[in-house]
């Protein structure tokens, strides 16, 4: 069974830095893309960050520079990917949710979670 279990958000001041985690199984990472999307309320699902089976990055114009997305295995069934975000701006504020699917990420195979609830006061 796939599973993404994301973890780490909070309540941040503007200019702070948290870093979320995305707990895999189920799959095995290496031969999927992942990345993290977020909903900030009142707006569609937007994609912020990936990770290539190659391990090609690829950032949302929004977030570049301030965001960093790595990945770690742990071992064969789990692994985990991470989501450092600094420089936090009220606009980060959203529910952010990893999946995992083609390179690209247009279509994923993830069940949408819960999610992990990032807010940045101004």
């Known amino acids: 069974e796939v599973q993404l279990v994301e973890s780490g958000g909070g309540l941040v001041q503007t200019g702070g830095s948290l870093r979320l985690s995305c707990v895999t199984s189920g799959f095995i990472l290496a031969d999927y893309g992942i990345g993290w999307f977020r909903r900030a309320p009142g707006k569609e699902r937007e994609l912020v960050a990936r990770v290539t089976n190659d391990g090609s990055t690829n950032y949302a114009d929004s977030v570049k520079g301030r965001f960093t997305i790595s990945t770690i295995s742990r071992d064969g069934a789990k692994n985990t990917v991470y989501l450092q975000m600094n420089s936090l701006k009220p606009e980060d504020t959203a529910v952010y949710y990893c999946?995992?699917?083609?390179?690209?990420?247009?279509?994923?195979?993830?069940?949408w979670g819960q999610g992990t609830q990032v807010t940045v006061s101004s």
């Open positions: 999946n995992a699917g083609n390179s690209r990420l247009t279509v994923v195979f993830g069940s």
